[in-house]
Nanobody
């Protein structure tokens, strides 16, 4: 059974850092583009970042996180990461890991084949 399990969320002060992880199982992780969505209270779900399945590992970010967040993947461990630095209160949300065939589909169309249950990130004093 296909599964994505996120971890690493928590409470952090503005300017702080967190590293999210997503452990994948039940499907061929290396074949998929992998990404992160987030949903803040009262807001629509937003695609945050994606990394392709190709050898060059092309990455894509939504404008609000460029320069602060870094997505990466370890295909040997079937794990996706999101390093979040210089966090802002506006980053407060539940973060979800997702898998799709392409980053275009994930980022532009909100499309996914598999989706995790999320990990909560709260940025507050």
């Amino acid at each position: 059974q296909e599964q994505l399990v996120e971890s690493g969320g928590g409470l952090v002060q503005p300017g702080g850092s967190l590293r999210l992880s997503c452990a994948a199982s039940g499907f061929t992780f290396a074949y998929y583009a992998m990404g992160w969505f987030r949903q803040a209270p009262g807001k629509e779900r937003e695609a945050v970042s994606c990394i392709s399945s190709t050898s060059d590992g092309t990455t894509t970010y939504t404008d609000s996180v460029k320069g602060r967040f870094t997505i990466s993947r370890d295909n040997a461990k079937n794990t996706l990461y999101l390093q979040m630095n210089n966090l802002e209160p506006e980053d407060t949300a539940v973060y979800y890991c997702a898998a799709d065939w392409t980053c275009f589909g994930l980022m532009s169309e909100g499309r996914y084949d598999y989706y995790g249950r999320g990990t909560r990130v709260t940025v507050s004093l």
